[in-house]
């Protein structure tokens, strides 16, 4: 280990500073799920036509990919309250290259299901990574600014959104016809197959720049000294079990709101993105899946903007009341894009990423800091991981509707919905938020005698 870190780990877990080398590249994690969820968009376009699937039945790559989130959160969460962090994301970042080997076989079988087992493969790494990235972040540094923290490492997802984008426009989606056109063109069956099958092995390619890039964090993470990031004479305590956390969790008002604010905006986020190429297709016939994801490419760098000036508003003010008059604004612009004219609806869809991008990091952010006892942090940032099933559900549920009434449109009504059940959610917060208090009487004193918080 030849990375020292200076900063003193006082006894609520926080720190008395944040050290800027290893927060810098806990955040480089960010990006890789980003990339992850990004190319799922650009998976769900190609595998319609490929396995000519429903709205519906397309969604649920997403189910797969946020369905091993819901079910790894808590094991991870227990794996990392008896070991460290950093144990956790190295455990994800294992899997997760595991995950991105996985897919080499699959477009040999060339089977819906074994993309979909592939796919869950990289949320289970993911979820390791996210149990432990997204609470470690709000734990490195004074308590105070946790979910401007919190913030500042998740302005580096939508880049990473727009990696995976990127890497799937250029590497997985061809020039000329639209994939539906070229299969329709196909003179045999076999000769449909055939194409079918040439175009599922476009898939592999942007895992390759994946795998180099994970390999790398890897061996970043090991030889680089990580902060504890828990509270003083945790060795010594009574661990916590998961009926008591629990037990303890269920009681806690604006926890459950948090999980269930969470939920929602997963979920919207993630039918937003689902369909935002299908939109765009469905809207002006004749477009193809690369044109059409220059769509996508616009949304994520509104996503992008938009953190970075929720970035600066939460500095200055009440980070609950930004996020009701985003949410507010977010309802209301996929309202009009669900029943407004068809010519700005794409657009509208767009511009509701300006808004999403805080809710994320301020709901986990808010949400944990509920939790005063923090033997029980590890597993609340679970469940709060947990609640990113969401995003297996929601695009279901708009995928359904769509399927009903027959426009893809329309079915954002679905998402302005869960934009205003967050808004209601922030407008309860505001009586809750925390303050500035310091974590201990004397955060300075506390901080000069405090343990190293190396480990």
Not at 172 to 198: M, N, R, V, W
Not at 200 to 219: A, G, S
Not at 360 to 368: A, D, R
Request: aromatic share 12%.
């Amino acid at each position: 280990m030849f990375i020292k870190n200076p900063a003193r780990q006082l006894d609520s877990g926080y720190l008395d500073r944040t050290p800027i080398f290893q927060f810098v590249i806990l955040s480089l994690l960010f990006p890789m799920w980003g990339a992850a969820a990004g190319l799922n968009d650009i998976l769900i376009t190609q595998f319609k036509h490929v396995f000519t699937l429903s709205d519906a039945a397309t969604a649920f790559v997403q189910s797969a990919f946020y369905g091993g989130y819901f079910l790894i959160a808590i094991p991870a969460s227990r794996i990392v309250r008896r070991t460290s962090y950093k144990v956790g994301i190295l455990i994800g970042l294992s899997v997760y290259i595991i995950g991105c080997g996985l897919f080499f076989p699959a477009s040999t079988l060339a089977t819906y299901g074994m993309f979909l087992f592939c796919i869950f493969a990289v949320a289970i790494g993911l979820s390791f990574l996210e149990t432990s990235a997204n609470t470690y972040s709000s734990m490195l540094g004074p308590r105070r600014t946790s979910t401007l923290r919190l913030n500042i490492s998740q302005t580096f997802t939508p880049i990473g959104n727009l990696l995976g984008v990127v890497l799937g426009k250029y590497l997985i989606f061809t020039t000329g016809d639209s994939i539906e056109a070229q299969l329709d063109a196909a003179p045999t069956p076999e000769a449909k197959l055939a194409l079918g099958h040439d175009l599922l092995q476009n898939t592999l390619l942007p895992y390759k720049y994946i795998l180099v890039v994970l390999v790398v964090l890897l061996v970043l993470f090991l030889v680089t000294e990580f902060p504890r990031g828990k509270p003083a004479g945790e060795a010594s305590e009574r661990h916590a079990g998961l009926a008591e956390t629990l037990r303890v969790l269920v009681r806690t008002a604006q926890y459950r709101k948090g999980i269930v604010a969470q939920f929602l905006y997963v979920g919207l986020q993630t039918a937003v993105w689902s369909f935002t190429i299908r939109v765009a297709l469905e809207l002006y016939p004749g477009m193809n899946e690369r044109e059409a994801t220059n769509y996508m490419i616009a949304g994520f760098s509104c996503f992008l903007v938009g953190k970075f000036v929720a970035n600066g508003l939460i500095a200055r003010y009440s980070a609950a009341r930004v996020l009701v008059v985003y949410c507010g604004i977010g309802a209301a612009l996929l309202a009009l894009a669900a029943f407004g004219p068809a010519a700005s609806a794409i657009w509208l869809v767009i511009a509701s990423n300006l808004v999403m991008g805080p809710c994320w990091p301020t709901i986990f952010g808010q949400t944990l800091d509920t939790i005063r006892d923090k033997r029980y942090q590890e597993t609340g940032g679970a469940i709060l991981v947990m609640a990113i099933v969401g995003g297996a559900v929601v695009p279901v549920v708009q995928g359904a509707v769509s399927d009903v009434v027959g426009s893809l449109q329309m079915s954002f009504v679905v998402s302005a919905l869960c934009f205003l059940g967050i808004l209601l959610y922030f407008r309860s917060n505001l009586r809750h938020e925390v303050t500035d208090e310091p974590d201990e009487p004397d955060e300075r004193a506390t901080a000069g005698t405090g343990e190293s918080a190396t480990a």
